[in-house]
């Protein structure tokens, strides 16, 4: 059958004859939470996923984090866990840099076994969006910053994480490097590698940064006009910066609060809209007037982000990193060229104006991020809604009414996702219950479990 992906044989005999020494491939799947699932396939049988796609679980969608089965999903025995069948992303078979021996890799999405869009794959969810918006004659556009930790393999003697030493020489630091050029030179031949691995991918990986923590960086992707693909580019980003980190004897951490007392990671999303003939619609008519494409943006996603958090951040440890002043926003703020806001409107060229979505964290799907921003978008297009005035200044003493408007904890934000009929809209009814399903058994783990924080309040004490 004809692939509904829109994937095709020439692409992979394609590849097959540019790479003759590649003997296997990595076909990954990505599921609610972001992981890759999926398996390794021999060189001979490429050619067979690009024909027939390839028999997967229906089930593989509706795992936890641990990738534990989850009932609720609907997706295990109420389908007999089933076969689906997962075909390939156009353009996302690529070689990876370093394997012995040398391997390649495919992003794949999920379809019934008649062609028809899995709706519970995240990657649909975002593609709903992206039709909606091209129905409407716009085209979203966007890119993602990837902010992680680079680890010691082994913790401190208190049993911490703590940042990696230099892969050059072995360097100690505990400092908060921020923007350190020196910094960075002790872990040249681990970005070196990575920057090596992006290329071979395909990847617009651009500059690094020494980040706002012991131990952080910071990488940035060049802009995209299809979100689809930026979105592509950081899972596949991801997938690579850890693997380079492996190979050079650390660990690429993408929580998004490894270490308590310092910033977390953010995964901010830079969006925009572009009509039929590229002409970019948040640019203003003139300067010191806002266009009103933009202000209705931002109402929207002001609007929608308190039942919104949930995808932003879907971890008992996202709420870790929401502290006062830590460069994570705290309320459905926006301001320009302020990073303590929730929505900034960035400083610069007026022909680039984008609204940049700081909320997410780095252990967030980009896939589910960008398709409830883009339904944010949509619906303060649609209703014409109004932002509010722009927060000048300090953005975290400037909403005092957040603590009523948001809601405080993970919990609470579970609540909020599973009655949201705005969420629902914004994933699809499948996905919209495949997540929260999946995060309320999350939730219900992390609330069971005894932690050694428990001992130490309660053992002797109570």
Known sequence: MLSPSGSTTEEAKAFLEAHPEIEAFDIVLTDANGVGRGKIIRRHELMSLYEHGRHLPISILGLDITGEDVHETGL??????????????????????????PRGQVLLSMFALDGAPMTSDPRHALARQVEAFAAKGLFPAGAFELEFFLLANERDAEGRVQPATAVLDGRKSGKTEVYSVDHLHGMEPLFSDIYAAAAAQGIPAETVISEYAPGQYELTLNYRKDILQAADDLLMLKRLVRAQARRHGVTACFMAKPIEKYAGSGMHLHVSLQDKDGKNVFVEEREGAWSPNLLHALGGLSATMAESMLVFAPHANSWRRFVSQSYAPVA??????????????????????????????????????????????????????????????????????????????????????????????????????????????????VARTVSELDYHLYLHEV
Do not use: C
């Not at 599973?418 to 783990?445: C, N, P, V, W």
């Open 332 to 445: 459905p703020t926006w301001g320009v060229n302020n990073r303590s806001v929730a929505l900034r409107v960035p400083a610069g060229s007026i022909a680039a104006r984008r609204i940049e979505h700081r909320p997410s964290g780095v252990d967030a799907n980009p896939y589910l991020v960008a398709a409830t921003v883009l339904a944010g978008i949509s619906k303060g297009l649609d209703e014409k809604l109004d932002p509010g005035a722009e927060t000048k200044g300090n953005g975290y003493e400037a909403a005092p009414d957040a603590a009523t408007t948001m809601p405080p904890d993970w919990r609470s934000a579970i609540e909020a996702a599973k009655g949201s009929d705005f969420l629902k809209q914004a994933l699809g009814e499948d996905m919209h219950r495949t997540f929260t399903a999946i995060k309320q058994a999350e939730y219900l783990r």
């Open 76 to 101: 295990i025995w109420d389908s007999g866990d089933g076969d689906l069948r997962a075909w390939p992303i156009p353009g996302s078979l690529k070689p990876l840099h370093g394997t012995q021996p």
